[in-house]
C-alpha cells in the first residue's frame, strides 16, 4: 500500500502527499478554531463561519509549507543536487534531496525555508495592518483575519525551524557549520545529539502545559534524528 499520492510536479519536482496528511488538514483546522488571534479565530460566530475560517487557513499554511520547501529546492538544484520529491506530512513537509558537497551549500539552502516563511509572514503581516485595517470596510469582514493568522503562523514557523534541533533546518545548519571542522558522520551525530536532548525538553515542556501537540513534535523530531544519525553512520559517509 503506497504511503503517499502524486498530486503533481512544481519545477520537475514530485509534489506528494503523505497518508499523515489527511489528518493534517482537519487537525489542523480544529487547531486554528479553538485558539484566539493571533493563531486562531475562537470568538468568531457562527460556528460554520469559524469552521470555514479555520479550514481555508489550514490549506493556506500548508500551501506556505509546500512554498518553504519549493525555496529549499530551488537552491538545491541551483547548486547542482537531484531532487527526488517533496511531501507533505503531518508535521509539515520535507523535501528529498541528494546534501551539496560543500557544507556552506547546506546552510545555505537549509536557511532558505526559513527565509520563505518569514517573507511570507512578514508580507502578510503588513498587509493586514496598514492595508486592512486602514479600511473599515476590509476591517468589518472577519475572512480578511485570514491574512493575520497566515502571517503570524508563518513567522512562528520561520523562526520554530531555525531552532538548532536536527533534522529541523535549524538543526542542518549547525550540522553544515560542524562538518567544516569534523567528518560528516560525526557533525551528523552530534547534531543529531542536540536534537535529540531538545526534543527532550520540548517533550517536558508539552507534559508540563498538557500540550499534546507540542509532545508529539518532540517525538518527531527526536525519531527523525535518530533515524538520520543511524542512515549516516551505517552509510559511513565522510565528506
Request: aromatic share 14%; hydrophobic share 50%; proline share 4%.
Amino acid at each position: 500500500m503506497q504511503s503517499s499520492l502524486k498530486i503533481g510536479n512544481i519545477m520537475d519536482i514530485p509534489i506528494k502527499l503523505d497518508t499523515s496528511f489527511l489528518l493534517a488538514l482537519p487537525i489542523s483546522a480544529y487547531f486554528f478554531a479553538i485558539n484566539s488571534q493571533p493563531y486562531g479565530f475562537a470568538g468568531i460566530e457562527p460556528t460554520a463561519v469559524r469552521y470555514a475560517l479555520s479550514t481555508l487557513s489550514a490549506i493556506f499554511l500548508f500551501v506556505s509549507v509546500l512554498l518553504h520547501e519549493l525555496a529549499h529546492s530551488y537552491l538545491a538544484k541551483r547548486y547542482g543536487a537531484n531532487i527526488d520529491s517533496i511531501t507533505l506530512l503531518l508535521f509539515g513537509g520535507v523535501a528529498s534531496m541528494e546534501i551539496p558537497k560543500k557544507p556552506e551549500q547546506e546552510a545555505k539552502i537549509a536557511f532558505a525555508g526559513p527565509l520563505m516563511s518569514l517573507i511570507i509572514g512578514f508580507i502578510c503581516l503588513f498587509t493586514y495592518n496598514y492595508v486592512v485595517s486602514s479600511d473599515s470596510a476590509f476591517a468589518q469582514n472577519s475572512i480578511y483575519l485570514i491574512i493575520w493568522v497566515l502571517g503570524s503562523m508563518n513567522v512562528l514557523l520561520g523562526i520554530f525551524n531555525l531552532l538548532p534541533a536536527f533534522p529541523m533546518d535549524g538543526g542542518r545548519i549547525l550540522r553544515s557549520f560542524l562538518a567544516r571542522k569534523m567528518s560528516y558522520v560525526k557533525a551528523t551525530h552530534s547534531a543529531a545529539s542536540i536534537g535529540k536532548f531538545i526534543a527532550i525538553l520540548m517533550a517536558i515542556f508539552g507534559i508540563y502545559a498538557g500540550d499534546l501537540w507540542f509532545l508529539l513534535i518532540a517525538l518527531y523530531i527526536y525519531g527523525s534524528a535518530s533515524n538520520e544519525d543511524r542512515f549516516y553512520s551505517e552509510s559511513g559517509r565522510s565528506v
